[in-house]
């Protein structure tokens, strides 16, 4: 019944019915309608947002290995299946001659990713035959799918990602050499390898997200050396005898332990052994493999309650470093493309001028000098108070004609800077020329009489030349005027008056 100005209209209750039920029906497909436009837009935005994430992880992917084929979204036939296996990310390449191919897979998921997502991407990674594969999760990952992906039987390499994680992303494998020797290293689950070359060390691996500075900190982490044998060093024993003879050099109360380790399939030799030291509460393992020519060690620091799971860790990578003879021109080659790739990608000044000099180190290390210049000078030109490239210039030119104009170019980056100045000092006395740098840093204290910072350092290291030539009464002068000088422009507590200090007793005496 309608009610309108006042009048009433009744309606057959059949066609009420009726009605009611097509108002009902309508409603209901106003709601289904609703949602299924719902539910596309939302698929849509969906499939786009992981149309972005599986481009991001390409991306990262594609800086991190700029020497080497990198597919998208692509498909290939397994050669167990015989269907087609759908790969997010494929990286192909060769290294030595070794083929290396990487599956990266992402997932896109809402909860973390569980041990049956890693079962079923063990399963594609063997059918399209590929050593090793990482999966990327955009939320997390449970312990039962870290355990399955890093115990597992299979001699596959695995790696789980959290998406955020890219941004740390440091190498999961790393190509070492020294020489003429060279190995690819992997990385244990969890940890990466950083090929920065240290004291004392090739590369080094830590905990994966953790800085050189930090895991060395905490005190886990692994480095890595190679040793090439030569007439007086013939096989790994006598490599193992000298390192011996030199830790009880420096820690004469030190012990040594072997244990039974891991057997490689080439059957090369491999020797574990600890280091034991009262002086520190960490833990040192020592994992040899000896090769024909060469041998590799890598030494684990650990703490005591860590020991078992680390020293899994280091016998991952000595059983499965891979040794290789190394072509210096095509190491060089793909060194300089890594630096020309980050060059192009920089937007720093500075990080690309480093870049620079790292190119024109490689291109010094071949004997290719006038390239070195080319790289050295063009760092110069971008950041004009370039240290490494100036020094290097100055070096490189010292024995020519032009040796004046690069040491004078190399004192006015920072004039009287003690360790510029150290650098030139060092240079001449080390030629046999040390009446040349005499000559030259008293011509320029004339320019910087009234400049008591500047003249200051020049007294400073003329002094130490002097030393050099046993002349000791000018070099007492001449470091009583450093003192003078700098007494009037630094506090009292700098530490270069404790220098002096001591240095002007003993000379007196």
Request: charged residues 30%.
């Amino acid at each position: 019944t309608q009610y309108k100005n006042n009048c009433c209209f009744r309606l057959n209750p059949k066609v009420v019915a009726l009605l009611l039920r097509l108002i009902f029906l309508r409603k209901i497909l106003a709601h289904k309608t609703t949602t299924i436009l719902i539910r596309k837009r939302y698929a849509l935005l969906e499939k786009m947002n992981w149309k972005k994430y599986e481009e991001e992880i390409f991306e990262n992917f594609k800086s991190a290995y700029p020497n080497t084929k990198i597919s998208y979204n692509q498909k290939i036939i397994g050669r167990y299946s015989k269907i087609e296996r759908q790969i997010d990310v494929l990286i192909e390449g060769r290294i030595a001659g070794k083929k290396i191919r990487l599956v990266i897979d992402g997932k896109y998921y809402s909860e973390n990713v569980d041990v049956k997502a890693v079962d079923s991407f063990i399963s594609m990674v063997e059918d399209i035959d590929a050593a090793q594969g990482i999966l990327i999760t955009s939320k997390g990952y449970s312990q039962a799918a870290i355990n399955r992906a890093y115990y597992g039987p299979t001699d596959i390499e695995l790696d789980i990602l959290n998406f955020d994680e890219l941004k740390k992303f440091q190498g999961f494998n790393g190509f070492t050499y020294s020489g003429w020797h060279g190995a690819i290293i992997p990385a244990p689950f969890g940890w990466i390898v950083d090929g920065t070359q240290r004291f004392g060390s090739i590369a080094n691996l830590y905990q994966r997200g953790k800085t050189y500075e930090e895991a060395t900190k905490n005190g886990e982490f692994i480095y890595m050396n190679i040793f090439s044998y030569d007439e007086k060093i013939k096989n790994l024993n006598e490599v193992i005898k000298l390192q011996e003879e030199d830790t009880l050099d420096a820690h004469p109360t030190a012990s040594f332990e072997y244990t039974d380790t891991i057997e490689r399939k080439d059957k090369k030799e491999t020797i574990l052994r600890k280091i034991l030291r009262t002086e520190t509460d960490l833990e040192e393992y020592t994992g040899f493999v000896g090769f024909d020519k060469f041998c590799v060690f890598c030494v684990l620091f650990t703490p005591e309650q860590l020991k078992t799971k680390n020293i899994r860790k280091l016998e991952y990578v000595i059983e499965r470093l891979t040794p290789m003879d190394v072509d210096l021109n095509s190491v060089a080659s793909t060194k300089i493309s890594e630096c020309e790739y980050l060059i192009s990608k920089s937007k720093s000044e500075q990080e690309k001028a480093d870049l620079l000099i790292q190119i024109a180190e490689i291109h010094r290390d071949m004997k290719q000098e006038e390239l070195a210049i080319e790289n050295y000078e063009e760092s110069i030109k971008i950041f004009p108070e370039n240290y490494g490239a100036t020094l290097a210039l100055f070096e490189m030119h010292y024995e020519t004609k032009h040796r004046e104009k690069f040491t004078d170019k190399f004192f006015n980056i920072a004039p009287g800077n003690p360790e510029i100045c150290d650098n030139i000092a060092q240079m001449y006395c080390q030629n046999e020329h040390s009446n040349m740098v005499l000559k030259f840093f008293e011509e320029k204290l004339k320019n910087y009489t009234e400049n008591n910072r500047v003249s200051g350092d020049i007294f400073f290291v003329l002094g130490n030349v002097y030393m050099h030539l046993e002349d000791k009464k000018n070099a007492l002068f001449n470091f009583i005027k450093s003192k003078e000088k700098l007494s009037k422009c630094l506090p009292e507590n700098h530490q270069v008056f404790k220098t002096l200090n001591q240095i002007i007793i003993e000379l007196e005496k």
